[in-house]
């Protein structure tokens, strides 16, 4: 069988075996590996460990006669613990992974042949992305557990804000000492590819192409173009001299933003411009996170400018930052050029000595 | 404008209300959606294909009115509309028919709206790469996607901060819509998030999409069709199920109206449009905020839930941070809203599944029932111009 190319497009079949998804479907229903045996009974010190870790002060897990009050027999563990019983410990997790990285052939099991797959695939790294716990009823100090888990779902491509992947659902089935079935977990992980740091070489191309290594240097991709018509061209005509201009009605004198045909005010269609002094104040703003657009930084902070010629904007505004923003920031306008042809107005705060008066209009300097 | 009676109030009815699954990956065409969900609609009617004659829909819909006609085999169509403005469409297509039936343009009208929004055109994915051809409405973008400004989510977090800073509401006032919408929907087998509601708690965790919105303020993004069938009320009476009146239909665009982004006029704590949609609502109906027993108010973002709970006159202005707490808002509080668990807990169909839940509450036939329901109150799409509706017994 041919080994999987990893630049080749994950959905398509590699020559001479069968598509990704095919192999990828083929885990789905088998046993992840072993039973998950517990190495000791629920018990109450290891229930008084936790709750301390979780700051978690609910009685019904310690305290016999609250527990009794709340409806219980007795004390009970905490529900989200669950899995923390089956838990190999630190060091035997450690073993397997020397072992492995040794190169010490262990007979794989259906997970750890899946695992293989995507990284062959170029899925490489992971992430845990969700878990979703089920009770059949409260786990008693004395239950001793078992755990089975089956592959339950392999997604198909999906792309996601860490990469493209493939998210892979466990289902875990937890048994008591009576083999009656106490809980049942899916556990949802993301295997991805990672996605190179914005700009780099490697965010040039494109998944699925062929080559990394011989692509020119890539640019930045460009912020999303303004739409321009006879309306609003003057404006970015203006950011890219430098200056801050808002449309003021020619008859009457009313100043307007976002730029209009005409005057609501006076119904006039003459109109002209007036340089701003850049002087404003946040208005509002937000920090977006999602989705992330090449073209930007995140978290992007932007802001709501009033101007104190009176008319509001949208803008970037830099030498904040999402924990320094604040609605009534003094700002002033600076401009930034982000390509050859988009040049858009990025404010700043001002600093104390310009807000206490100083209207020299300087920008900031950081 | 003469508001003092819209001359189709009370005059026609909802009678049929028909959907697909509410999915993310429907696997099917949205054409196909569209005419499943009419099919089920003039089932629930108990109406045939030949009487249809009028068809409206939103403009932002992909599927022809003469495409579903010939699927279901429809005759002639003499009443075919389309409304713009995204989800503000919503309600306005019940106006739309309901004038068409009572003008005598039409008898039996199909409202529709069917998408594959997850599976296919994601809105949630931002105007990044809107081609900048120009005329108006891409120039409007000009304003907002070279500063990073690309979504529907984005554009309401900038005047829901404002609204948080002015009125002194929180992020956790935010949640209590969600957790509201989606405890009604953790009994609504239709809805995406059947069985799992959430906790405050679980809310204020989520992560941001835009600040001050976190993932869990955000609405679904959902493939799936939903249909309903207007006719005059004499008409009606005739048909096998409960006609659901149409005491009250409005469409409204405030004074400097933007699409979802009215920065430039007024304080951003308010919504003009719902405001016009509100004040005809009134006025046309004859009710009071007290006359309604439950609302399904358009909730792709919670923020403007708050709003429209004090633009319609639930509470005073800046008091909806007040009035949603200790579970007002939920089954059993003094006005249940979005009791299908809304667009963030059952599907976002573009609002078109909350006039849906709005005509199950008062046919009496919800999963999650709101007691003696005499008069529903719905919303469509707000940040854009929009449109409302009350439903009602028939006396």
């Given amino acids: 069988m041919s080994e999987p190319d990893p630049a080749a497009d994950a959905s398509a079949s590699t020559e001479g075996g069968p598509s990704l998804d095919g192999r990828l479907q083929s885990f789905v229903g088998l046993s992840t590996g072993p039973t998950h045996r517990a190495p000791d009974p629920v018990n109450l010190p290891m229930i008084r460990h936790w709750i301390e870790a979780m700051g978690d002060r609910n009685p019904v897990y310690v305290d016999e006669e609250a527990a009794r009050a709340a409806g219980f027999a007795g004390i009970i563990a905490p529900p989200t613990m669950l899995q923390a019983w089956i838990m190999r410990g630190l060091r035997t997790s450690q073993e397997a992974d020397e072992a492995r990285a040794r190169g010490v052939e262990t007979p794989g099991s259906p997970n750890d042949q899946l695992m293989a797959v995507l990284d062959e695939a170029g899925f490489t790294s992971v992430v845990a992305t969700n878990c979703d716990q089920h009770y059949e009823r409260p786990l008693v100090p004395g239950d001793r557990l078992e755990a089975t888990s089956t592959i339950d779902a392999v997604s198909g491509e999906k792309k996601t804000g860490l990469g493209v992947g493939h998210f892979i659902t466990t289902r875990l089935e937890f048994t008591d000492q009576d083999d009656q079935v106490v809980a049942t977990m899916l556990f949802r992980i993301l295997k991805f590819r990672p996605r190179p740091p914005a700009g780099s070489r490697e965010a040039a191309a494109a998944p699925g192409t062929q080559s990394t290594l011989q692509a020119p240097p890539a640019e930045r991709p460009k912020r999303p173009r303004p739409a321009l018509t006879q309306d609003n061209s003057f404006f970015f005509e203006g950011a890219r001299q430098h200056k801050l201009l808002i449309q003021r009605c020619a008859e009457c004198g009313t100043l307007r933003h976002p730029p209009r045909p005409s005057c609501a005010n006076c119904r006039s269609f003459d109109w002209d411009t007036v340089t701003a002094s850049g002087r404003g104040t946040i208005y509002s703003y937000v920090v977006n996170h999602y989705p992330q657009v090449p073209a930007f930084d995140y978290p992007l902070v932007v802001a709501l400018v009033e101007l104190e010629e009176g008319t509001r904007l949208v803008a970037n505004v830099s030498g904040i930052t999402p924990d320094t923003v604040a609605i009534g920031t003094a700002v002033q306008v600076g401009f930034e050029a982000f390509d050859d042809v988009l040049t858009l107005p990025v404010f700043r705060p001002v600093v104390a000595s310009a807000a206490s008066g100083d209207a020299s209009g300087e920008t900031r300097k950081s | ?395």
């Avoid at chain 2, 209590?176 to 959430?198: C, G, L, M, Q, S």
């Fill in chain 2, 1 to 395: 404008m003469s508001d003092a009676r819209h001359s189709f109030t009370g005059n026609t009815a909802i009678v049929g209300i028909g959907a697909t699954e509410f999915s993310k990956e429907s696997g099917r065409s949205e054409l196909r959606l569209a005419v499943e969900a009419v099919d089920l609609a003039l089932r629930d009617a108990g109406i045939e294909p030949g009487e249809v004659d009028g068809m409206v829909t939103f403009s932002s819909d992909t599927n022809p009115e003469i495409e579903i006609a010939r699927s279901l085999g429809m005759g002639e169509l003499t009443f075919f509309s389309r409304i713009h403005y995204g989800g503000g469409a919503g309600c306005a297509t019940i106006q739309q028919a309901a004038m068409a039936v009572q003008s005598g343009v039409a008898d039996v009208v199909v409202c529709y709206r069917a998408f594959n929004e997850r599976s296919g055109n994601r809105f949630g994915a931002g105007v990044q790469n809107r081609p900048p051809a120009p005329n108006a409405e891409t120039a409007n973008f000009a304003w907002y996607a070279p500063f990073g400004l690309l979504t529907p989510a984005q554009w309401v977090a900038m005047a829901a901060q404002r609204y948080l800073h002015v009125t002194g509401a929180t992020s956790e006032d935010l949640g209590r819509v969600a957790v509201a919408d989606r405890k009604h929907a953790a009994t609504n087998p239709k809805a995406w998030f059947y069985e799992k509601p959430i906790t405050l708690e679980e809310h204020q965790a989520s992560r941001w999409i835009v600040e001050p919105l976190h993932l869990l303020d955000c609405c679904q993004e959902t493939d799936g069709g939903q249909a309903l069938v207007v006719t005059s009320l004499e008409r009606a009476r005739d048909l096998p199920g409960t006609p659901v009146v149409i005491e009250a239909a409005a469409q409204g665009a405030g004074p400097g109206q933007e699409m979802m982004t009215s920065y430039y006029y007024d304080d951003l704590c308010g919504l003009g449009e719902m405001a016009s949609v509100a004040r005809q609502l009134w006025q046309t109906s004859g009710l009071s905020p007290a006359d309604i027993q439950t609302a399904v108010l358009y909730d792709h973002f919670t923020p403007y839930v708050l709003y429209q709970l004090e633009e319609l006159g639930f509470c005073g202005k800046g008091e909806a941070k007040d009035f949603v707490k200790d579970g007002n808002i939920e089954l059993g509080g003094g006005l249940p809203i979005n009791t299908h668990g809304g667009q963030l807990g059952e599907a976002y169909l573009h609002g078109m599944n909350g006039i849906a839940e709005g005509v199950r509450q008062v046919r009496g036939s919800s999963v999650n029932q709101v007691p003696d329901v005499h008069h529903a109150l719905v919303t469509a799409g707000t940040g854009v111009p929009t449109s409302g509706l009350i439903l009602g017994v028939d006396r």
